[in-house]
């Protein structure tokens, strides 16, 4: 009776941290798969220099470690000369979360951007023929069929997102890890980090149910 | 007046010539089969004609408008005007497989404001009922059988009253005891007067069905005429050989 109050106790310090978190996880994924559906359009759009610079987004932001680019945003944007003044961000919060958004969107532009190359070419050749238009063949035939094909995938970057949210405790954000660790030291036990991943697993497990329903529902 | 008029069209990929001065008359209500072996250039002709090839050289007339002229194309508007009396059906379908069958049928007219929705889900009822496919309304394409697959995708093409459909190997991928079913829509189709253009090996379909036998060799018409003319007395030798060797 008294350890589970205790842990109880426990429970409830960790979760407005717990808050946080999904906090960071909902603003990145509501933010970055439209953000990657855009990048993804203009990465393969026929304009050769945008083409270009997106592709040079999409290879830095994939080539450096979001840690590395977390603090890029939180340190580095307020020291560019002229600009860097109105690039500091006040918030802790709001810098990690731009790199967060900023990093999955590159992430997600890749994957929708598979899902794009996998459509038979035969669908755009039966959209023409019926007189469907450009933009209502990527709407209603390519987007369509690129969400089916790419559920999975984006399934897989999402859980892998939960567990990366865990990054933005180097900023000093108080999400569900830098509490954890906060409550650790203070009990001298590792009770915590167990509540702790206990909570990520639970939260992954959601998430990939979710995901599987989504496939089912969307198979065809 | 020709439903289809192709004059001298030419068309390279790179360094292959594929299609070296092609020219075809298709009138109102005519079933003209085009055969040859493959690589000779039938589905790039077939494809040029509904402007999903662009022809480097020649002139293509629909229902006597120009779609392109000397190789010069109309302008973008014109051509879906010009187009839209034009079907076509694919060797692999091509239906849309996150669609319903009815969906599939509908998309089209829907978006091009052809009726209004109540009388375009009546025509695709009207539609599936004459390809025998009007229980499998709210199925998947997944759903359904090779044969039933392309009934869809032809009754899909009849859902814009073409003028004129192709037909680009319609049962090239369909299991033998499925092609029965689809040739059997398609002799409908002729028999209502429906002007087809045919890419195809089934030659009882051609022989019985169409009226104008067009054989395709290396980029060329080599020969064409009436089925009794191209079966039983072809006069070039490479034509004979080909039909020799399918008939067989
Ligand atoms: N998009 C393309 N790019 C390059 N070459 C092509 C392309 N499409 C067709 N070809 C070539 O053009 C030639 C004619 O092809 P086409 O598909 O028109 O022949 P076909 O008569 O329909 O043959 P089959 O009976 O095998 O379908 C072939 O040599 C083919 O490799
Ligand atoms: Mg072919």
């Known amino acids: ?220 | 007046m020709y439903e289809i008029e192709a004059i001298n069209v030419k068309k390279s990929f790179g360094n292959l010539e594929v299609l070296k001065g092609v020219s075809l008359n298709v009138k109102k209500g005519d079933v003209i089969a085009i055969l040859g072996p493959s690589g000779s250039g039938k589905s790039t002709f077939l494809r040029s004609l509904i402007d999903l090839e662009e022809v480097d050289e020649g002139s293509i007339k629909v229902c006597g408008e120009s779609l392109c002229e000397n190789g010069k194309y109309v302008s973008k508007k014109e051509k879906n005007r010009i187009l839209s009396k034009m079907g076509m059906v694919f060797q692999h379908f091509n239906l849309f497989p996150h669609l319903n069958i009815k969906e599939n049928l509908m998309l089209s007219p829907l978006l091009n404001k052809q009726a209004s929705k109540k009388e375009i889900e009546e025509l695709a009822f009207e539609t599936l009922k004459t390809v025998g496919l009007e229980d499998k309304m709210l199925a998947k394409p997944s759903e359904l059988s090779g044969g039933q697959k392309q009934r869809v995708a032809i009754a899909r093409a009849l859902m814009r009253k073409p003028e004129i459909i192709l037909f680009d190997e319609p049962t090239s991928a369909l299991d033998p005891e499925l092609t029965g079913e689809v040739l059997s829509v398609m002799s409908m189709l002729a028999k209502e007067g429906v002007t087809m253009v045919v890419v195809t090996h089934e030659m009882g379909f051609a022989r019985e069905v169409a009226n104008e036998i067009v054989f395709m060799h290396n980029g060329v018409v080599l020969e064409k005429g009436s089925p009794e003319e191209m079966f039983n007395g072809a006069k070039n030798e490479v034509t004979k050989a080909f039909l020799n060797s399918v008939l067989k």
């Open chain 1, 1 to 220: 009776m008294e350890s589970s109050n205790w842990v109880f106790e426990m429970l409830k310090q960790m979760g407005p941290g717990c808050l946080i978190t999904l906090k960071l996880f909902v603003i990145t994924i509501v933010l970055s798969i439209p953000l990657g559906l855009i990048v993804t359009f203009l990465y393969m759009s026929k304009n050769k220099p945008l083409s270009k610079a997106i592709g040079g987004f999409i290879l830095l932001m994939r080539g450096t470690p979001l840690l590395l680019q977390m603090f890029f945003v939180w340190f580095a944007l307020p020291m560019i000369p002229y600009v860097g003044e109105y690039l500091e961000l006040k918030d802790r919060f709001v810098a990690g979360a731009v790199a967060f958004v900023l990093n999955y969107a590159a992430y997600f532009a890749e994957i929708f951007r598979g899902g794009i190359l996998a459509i038979d070419k035969g669908q755009y050749e039966a959209s023409k023929v019926l007189g469907i238009s450009e933009l209502n063949t990527k709407i209603r035939i390519v987007l369509p069929q690129m969400f089916r094909t790419v559920l999975p995938s984006v399934a897989n970057e999402t859980i892998i997102l939960l567990k990366d949210t865990a990054l933005i405790s180097s900023l000093g954000v108080a999400d569900l890890l830098n509490e954890t660790n906060k409550i650790v030291n203070r009990t001298t036990n590792i009770t915590a980090y167990v509540l702790a991943a206990i909570l990520y697993l639970v939260l992954s497990y959601v998430l990939s149910v979710v995901f599987k329903k989504l496939e089912k529902k969307f198979s065809f």
